[in-house]
């Protein structure tokens, strides 16, 4: 099971999302993490305790025409990301 670390805040700038340690966390992680709506998406369903498949039919359901087969894609790619950052831990 993925789970995020604690204090990720994600902020809505412009037309793009970034992600944003905070607290200590922010002192091993001294950056931002950047992403579009699907990944903010994946990111809210992430940190609501949602697992990858689960996370994956979410995003089928709010965006219409996406193959589970993509959008399951979609959330390893973005968990990936988030694991090389060391944002999360788990499988």
């Not at 700038?13 to 992403?35: E, M, N, W």
């Not at 609501?48 to 996406?66: D, F, K, N, W």
């Amino acid at each position: 099971m993925i789970k995020l670390k604690e204090k990720l805040v994600l902020q809505k700038v412009a037309d793009s999302y970034i992600i944003v340690p905070v607290g200590p966390l922010a002192q091993t992680f001294p950056g931002v993490i950047r992403t579009n709506e699907t990944g903010a998406s994946i990111f809210r369903c992430l940190s609501s305790g949602m697992t990858v498949p689960e996370t994956a039919r979410a995003i089928t359901e709010e965006y219409q025409g996406v193959t589970l087969e993509k959008a399951t894609a979609d959330v390893q790619t973005t968990v990936h990301r988030l694991m090389e950052a060391g944002l999360v831990t788990g499988e």
